[in-house]
Nanobody
Framework: VQLQASGGGLVQAGGSLRLSCAAS????????MGWFRQAPGKEREFVAA??????YYADSVKGRFTISRDNAKNTVYLQMNSLKPEDTAVYYC????????????????WGQGTLVTVSS
């Protein structure tokens, strides 16, 4: 089972990026999926997660980020708008049997991370 994150890059403040996390090895349509991030010198933090019908967002990204999934492609997305320099981090995707395990950072599967850099 693998999670492959992509879509990171360098963007100016106020810009947008869309991250993708493609899953392989099994079907994740019933799994909780989510995104975390880790900035230099900081601990990993929760960003967003979704189950089959429910979504959760960190307060710091509410109204700016949107998580979605395409079950046909076994892929979860993170649309990031109005990016700020403080959003700079390595972003990791995660999958877990339940939404709560993902939100709590206890997902069974993790991707390798994709770097997002937001310049001021």
């Amino acid at each position: 089972v693998q999670l492959q994150a992509s879509g990171g890059g360098l963007v100016q403040a106020g810009g947008s990026l869309r991250l993708s996390c493609a899953a392989s090895g099994r079907t994740f349509s019933s799994y909780g999926m989510g995104w975390f991030r880790q900035a230099p010198g900081k601990e990993r933090e929760f960003v967003a997660a979704l189950g089959t019908r429910t979504t959760y967002y960190a307060d710091s990204v509410k109204g700016r980020f949107t998580i979605s999934r395409d079950n046909a492609k076994n892929t979860v997305y993170l649309q990031m708008n109005s990016l700020k320099p403080e959003d700079t981090a390595v972003y990791y995707c995660s999958a877990g049997a339940t939404l709560s395990t993902v939100v709590e950072g206890r997902g069974s599967y993790w991707g390798q991370g994709t770097l997002v850099t937001v310049s001021s």
